[in-house]
């Protein structure tokens, strides 16, 4: 069976510091990967996705990164964090192509700037 | 692009029936899911209907869609305090690009 990984669970950044988020995934191969943010009593903002490695779509302008650099691991950066930054992060993953669009969530990491 | 709507709350009695409703803009769509979210964690796939259905039952969640309307809704019948979350609709985006689009969610509150 399929299972994903974050890490790490909670984080506490000052404003400035650098930032990195893991996500992981086990028991499928050449997934398409996500990675939204989850602001505070807000619904989900898609900030990045992968359909392979090396191979990344930015959804919107940000102070954020991402880098697939295997097949099923997929890392969120920041260079310098931002306040706005803090929430909930979220990785998800998808079989690639065909008809089912279904994505499973990974357990999030809740990241808080001060 | 892909819009969904949801309501941001609903408030019901342990036993009543809760309904949360959906409303999205693009037609092309094939599976339409609705997902979980108990507080702290991730989202977890709940169930799903394909666009040729009107109505799919799984135990205590009915799922109906009104394809003409572009509506959606999940049922919860007999509601228990373990039922409160938010539940997100998503709708996949126009194009086959595989990305999901996830309504702002319904926060459904059960009361004893």
């Known amino acids: 069976s399929q299972t994903i990984h974050q890490w790490p669970a909670t984080l506490v950044q000052p404003v400035g510091s650098p930032l990195s988020l893991e996500c992981t995934v086990e028991?499928?191969?050449?997934?398409?990967l996500y990675w939204y943010r989850q602001a505070a009593g807000r619904g989900l903002q898609l900030l990045f996705y992968?359909?392979?490695?090396?191979?990344i779509s930015s959804e919107v302008p940000q102070n954020l990164s991402a880098s697939r650099p295997q097949d099923r691991q997929f890392i969120l950066s920041s260079k310098k964090l931002l306040l706005s930054d803090s929430g909930f992060y979220l990785c998800?993953?998808?079989?690639?192509?065909?008809?089912?669009?279904?994505?499973?969530f990974g357990p999030g990491t809740r990241l808080t700037v001060l | 692009g892909e819009d969904v709507e949801q309501s941001l709350f609903l408030s019901v009695r342990e036993g009543d029936s809760s309904v949360i409703n959906c409303t999205y803009t693009?037609?092309?769509?094939?599976?339409l899911y609705w997902y979980k979210q108990e507080p702290g964690a991730g989202l977890q796939l709940l169930t799903y209907?394909?666009?040729?259905?009107d109505m799919k039952q799984d135990q205590r969640l009915t799922v109906l869609l009104n394809k003409k309307d572009k509506h959606l809704s999940l049922r919860i019948a007999d509601t228990q305090t373990g039922d409160s979350a938010i539940y997100f609709c998503?709708?996949?985006?126009?194009?086959?690009?595989?990305?999901?689009?996830f309504g702002q969610g319904t926060t459904l509150q059960v009361k004893p």
């Open positions: 992968s359909v392979g490695i090396g191979q």
């Open positions: 998800a993953w998808r079989h690639r192509g065909g008809i089912y669009n279904e994505q499973f």
């Open positions: 028991g499928t191969s050449n997934p398409n």
């Open positions: 693009d037609s092309s769509s094939t599976y």
């Open positions: 209907i394909f666009s040729n259905m």
């Open positions: 998503a709708v996949p985006n126009s194009g086959n690009t595989g990305k999901l689009i």
